[in-house]
């Protein structure tokens, strides 16, 4: 049974860091594309950022690009969102979500977690 559980969340004061992780069980990262989706209230969900599996490539979103980076640790069956300079839009709660690259990358994972709420306010 895939299951993916998100932590890390929390306030965070304008220009500050944190550090979501995304634990993977009931099957390898070895196989499976990780995206880190966000949804604020009121809007839409949108990609943040995702790691392949093959080779590692990575993607972001342009809004996080420089900011936030994205990292998978296979040995612990592990992805983390390292997010620096978050700003008051980046107020959302963050989703992992896993399936093949291309499912990934258009947005429409299989599996999904239960999300984390990251909130950016002074």
């Known amino acids: 049974q895939v299951q993916l559980v998100e932590s890390g969340g929390g306030l965070v004061q304008p220009g500050g860091s944190l550090r979501l992780s995304c634990a993977a069980s009931?099957?390898?990262?070895?196989?499976?594309?990780i995206g880190w989706f966000r949804q604020a209230p009121g809007k839409e969900r949108e990609g943040v950022s995702c790691?392949?599996?093959?080779?590692?490539?990575?993607y972001y979103a342009d809004s996080v690009k420089g900011r936030f980076t994205i990292s998978r640790d296979n040995a612990k069956n592990t992805v983390y969102l390292q997010m620096n300079s978050l700003k008051p839009e980046d107020t959302a709660v963050y989703y992992c979500a896993t399936d093949v690259v291309n499912r990934v990358v258009a947005g429409i994972p299989a599996y999904w977690g239960q999300g984390t709420l990251v909130t950016v306010s002074s």
């Open positions: 790691i392949s599996s093959s080779d590692g490539s990575t």
């Open positions: 009931g099957f390898t990262l070895d196989y499976y594309a």
